[in-house]
């Protein structure tokens, strides 16, 4: 089993800064891929942020973040960060960190929700304008 945990959300105002954590433990060899997803109140959960251990820490954005922030591996395949800044009240969401054994293959991204294996219970980030 895989164990992920997510820490860091917190309250800013526009234009401001977070930084979300992540750690995965337990049985880890299997996972090459690492992303953040959040889910604002009444939609989907979307992917924002993932990084690929098979790709040599390639990573992916969603277009709506990209610029902005930013997604980092410390301590091998055990904890990985998104740095998000000039945040905007549209940030506004749960965010959740997942982890899969793979989300990337020769370039061609595929962060989905069914393509997960392991999950956090999410962290909470506002946004105010």
């Known amino acids: 089993q895989v164990q992920v945990v997510e820490s860091g959300g917190g309250s800013v105002q526009a234009g401001g800064s977070l930084r979300l954590s992540c750690t995965v433990s337990g049985y880890t060899s299997n996972i090459n891929c690492l992303a953040w997803f959040r889910q604002a109140p009444g939609q989907e959960r979307e992917g924002v942020a993932a990084?690929?251990?098979?790709?040599?820490?390639?990573?992916w954005f969603v277009d709506s973040v990209k610029g902005r922030f930013t997604i980092s591996q410390r301590n091998g395949r055990s904890a990985v960060y998104l740095q998000m800044n000039r945040l905007k009240p549209e940030d506004t969401a749960m965010y959740y960190c997942?982890?899969?054994?793979?989300?990337?293959?020769?370039?061609?991204?595929?962060?989905?929700?069914?393509?997960?294996?392991?999950w956090g219970k999410g962290t909470l980030v506002n946004i105010s304008s």
């Open positions: 990084i690929s251990f098979r790709g040599g820490g390639r990573a």
């Open positions: 997942a982890a899969a054994r793979t989300c990337e293959n020769g370039g061609g991204w595929y962060v989905n929700v069914a393509g997960m294996d392991y």
